[in-house]
């Protein structure tokens, strides 16, 4: 499908992040969320977690914020109807908010939130799991790594 404008793939991020667990959220420590057009050196990346994962946090003081990106234009390319960007989208939110968590690539499956390939790019179309309802996830339950 033809790429959406800036501002309507920022409110598509937004719809992904109301579809992550208020639980989830409220966990996101010294994190920022960004939408960029594509990565400068893999234009294929659909989202990129950049920083250090909660679980591998010890000092942590006067850091600069974890970045997740988002990228547009390959998200748009790898989909041919709006409902099945908007699917995406809210996917690799969720993927790339997992690693912030410590969730690596290969623990997510078990979630079914996983890409094919490690990292997550269009080539590698995500294994599509349902989306949690608000609210239900408990990271208490998580698998252990």
């Known amino acids: 499908m033809d790429a959406v404008d800036r501002e309507t793939f920022d409110r598509l991020v937004d719809d992904g992040l109301e579809r992550v667990p208020q639980g989830l959220l409220d966990m996101l420590d010294n994190v920022v ?29 006067g850091a600069l914020p974890d970045r997740i990106s988002i990228y547009r234009l390959p998200l748009c390319a790898m989909c041919e109807t709006r409902e099945e960007l908007v699917e995406e989208v809210a996917i690799t939110v969720v993927h790339e908010i997992a690693h912030h968590f410590g969730i690596d690539d290969d623990r997510l499956p078990e979630w079914g939130w996983a890409c094919g390939i490690s990292p997550c790019s269009a080539s590698a179309r995500p294994a599509l799991g349902p989306l949690p ?13």
Do not use: K, Q
């Not at 309802?133 to 790594?145: Q, V």
């Open 33 to 61: 969320i960004v939408t960029e057009d594509e990565h400068p050196d893999e234009p294929d990346l659909l989202g990129l977690y950049e920083g250090i994962p909660l679980t591998e946090r010890d000092f942590y003081a």
């Open 133 to 145: 309802p608000a609210g239900s996830a408990n990271p208490s339950t998580w698998p252990a790594g």
